[in-house]
């Protein structure tokens, strides 16, 4: 176990290139698993995530090829439906993608509940209820789900999701590919992420539409075939480091981004008193002045994301006046890191779904620890802008989704050390 080392107060400056987007690479490469054949997926994030749905992918028989630490070659020929393994299913949120993808090709399915970060309940109901839609007979228990093909088997069919779910969209995705008929869904996820699984499937031979609209619809085929698909840039890992730049009062160019992707934490932080320069492929963010107090309230895409709820709570605790941070969609996920910021200075009061943040001048230096991904990335964000030495505890959560971080916030000028306990 390590932990991060940070000598706070020093603005960023300089160039950052973002990796390929965490959400996308751990939803493709299970949704590769209904190919017969080879896929070759590049600008992967060399990230815990990516290599433990790895290895549980080689448990289960694919052939993996590493020609470079950013591509990915899997060999799917000789995979037979082995059911992934459970103890490293139970390490990783996103195993649950591997439901659809054994569904779709095989016609049934027995994988372990998922782990990952544990900042909020996040059911799967969703889910369940879009396999049952497609025709499974469903077994849910406390440790494992089970799926088999109904009386009248696995079809296409109309499903409207309860709540907009980002992984029961997936995972219906993937499950109809390959099933007879047209899959509908309604009231579907829009994140760039769900487009991108889209553009993936479809690169290999799919029929799917409407992705990015609250209506997807995926007309069934026989057989994906193989070929090459390049991951998008990741929204969220883009959006930490434009926090940590105007936290410190930097100025950072974040190249390799979609800036269309990026308006809804751009415009937040432009309101805050940043100055946003938009080019086609990269972003240049730099604070000129004193921060601002807003109003936030967290919202499925397009609106502003959850996974940056945490970063731009520092940028608050940094800003004149009195801010507000409304959680909509995971509500207690306040409380994994607004606590490690009031031991650092930040003044928070939390009422009910709301963060109510008064602006200081300066944060301190403090041993904290991380719950989970984005509130360790919250925490180092803190550590980067606050005055004296911060020590970042549970860093196992950061590294699970930001490739190379000590690296690339070193050659920003920040003063950051990985120390092994």
Known sequence: MGRYEIKGGKPLNGTVTISGAKNAAVAILPAALLVNGCCRIENVPDISDVRILL?????????????????????????????????????????????????????????ALPGGCNFASRPIDQHIKGFAALGADVVETEDYVSMTPGPNG?????????????????????????????????????????????????????????????????RGVDALRGGTYAIIPDQIEAGTYMAAAVATGGNVLIKNVIPKHMECITSKLAEMGAEVINYDDAIRIKRPGPLRHTT????????FPTDMQAQICVCMALASGVSRLTESVYETRFFGYCSELESMGADIQITGKTAIITGTDTLYGATVSAHDLRAGAALVIAGLAAEGTTWVKNIHYVERGYERIIEKLAALGATIRRVED
């Not at 309230?297 to 609106?303: E, F, R």
């Open 296 to 303: 936030v309230k967290t919202h499925p895409y397009p609106g």
């Open 154 to 218: 696995l079809r296409g069919n109309r499903i409207s999701l309860d709540v907009v779910s980002v992984g029961a969209t997936v995972n219906i995705m993937i499950a109809a590919t390959l099933l007879p008929g047209q899959t509908v869904i309604e009231n579907a996820a829009k994140e760039p992420h769900i487009v991108d699984l889209a553009n993936f499937l479809n690169t290999m031979g799919a029929h799917i539409s409407g992705a990015g609209t609250d209506t997807v619809k995926i």
């Open 55 to 111: 290895a549980i992918l080689e448990d289960m028989g694919v052939k993996i090829q590493r020609p470079d630490e950013s591509t990915v070659i899997l060999d799917n020929s000789g995979f037979t439906g082995k059911s992934p393994n459970e103890e490293l299913v139970r390490k990783l949120r996103a195993s649950y993608y591997l439901m659809g993808a054994l569904l779709g090709r095989f016609g049934k399915a027995f994988v």
